[in-house]
Structure formats: C-alpha cells, structure tokens
C-alpha cells in the first residue's frame, strides 16, 4: 500500500514542483486509513466520485511551486490508478460489498410507531412553543 508521501513523489516526477505542492491532496485520499488499515479504505475515496470530490475540496486546478498549473482531478486520476491499477466507479465498490443483516434497517413501520406514540404529541397540543425562523410560535389553542 502507497504512502500518501509516495504518491506525492510521483506527481513531483509527472508535473513538477515539490512533494508539498501534492501532499495534502494524497493525504486527503488516504485519511481513511486511520479507521480502516487495509485495502478496504480505498471505497470511501478511490472512485470517479472520489476524484470529483477532491476536486470540489481542493478546487479544480492548483499552481506547484514551479509555476506549473496542474489540474486536481489530474492528481486524483494518478493516485487511483497507482493504488488501483484503474479508476473503478463508486458503484463497482458498491456491487462487491457483502451484505449484512443490519445493513437492511431496522425493519420497523416508523409511521406506526409514531401514531402509536399519541399520548407524548398530546403533551405538545396544549401549549407549548417551538421556535421556527427566530420567532417563537405559541399553539393556537394556548394563551398569546
């Protein structure tokens, strides 16, 4: 697995410029692996979605140290390919995850279980106050 650093190196080698020029870009990428140390980080950024992604956070172009101006989807297309071998969809990740049972929900009727809960909402019916834009709004079967 690649070090956002080695990465960085080898925008250096592409475009130009200096390992801190690309650094936080790659870092970006791979921060993920502070909550999953193994191939499986990559499904949260390692995709076309992922590459557009950074280029909303990173802006769609950077300038490196030596004048260059190099495209950030650029960047994000080489490290792909370097951790990937290709540029995978985010649905080409979805379709080889292994589902399990939590995965489908609760299982619960949420709309059921609210109408059931009519004693807590008749609590609210006779003159409480919610604050909606700034202003307060008081029930109109309450006193103003």
């Known amino acids: 697995m690649a070090h ?24 970006w990428f791979d921060e993920s692996k502070a909550h999953m140390a193994d191939f499986r980080h990559r499904a949260l950024r390692h995709h ?13 172009t950077i300038i490196n ?33 292994e589902p399990a049972a939590w995965m489908f929900g609760r299982n619960k009727d949420l709309e059921k279980e609210l109408a059931n809960d009519g004693d807590r909402n008749d609590a609210c019916q006779t003159g409480c106050s919610e604050s909606a834009n700034g202003r307060t709004l008081q029930n109109s079967s309450s006193p103003a």
């Open 48 to 60: 076309s979605e992922g590459i557009f992604m950074a280029e909303k956070i990173f802006g769609t």
């Open 4 to 27: 956002p650093y080695h990465h960085a190196l080898s925008s250096v080698k592409k475009w130009g410029g200096e390992v801190d020029d690309y650094l936080a870009i790659h870092d």
């Open 65 to 97: 140290s030596a004048g260059r101006v190099v495209p950030v989807r650029y960047i994000g297309e080489q490290h792909v390919k370097e951790d990937l071998g290709k540029i995978p969809t985010i649905a080409d990740w979805y379709l080889n995850i």
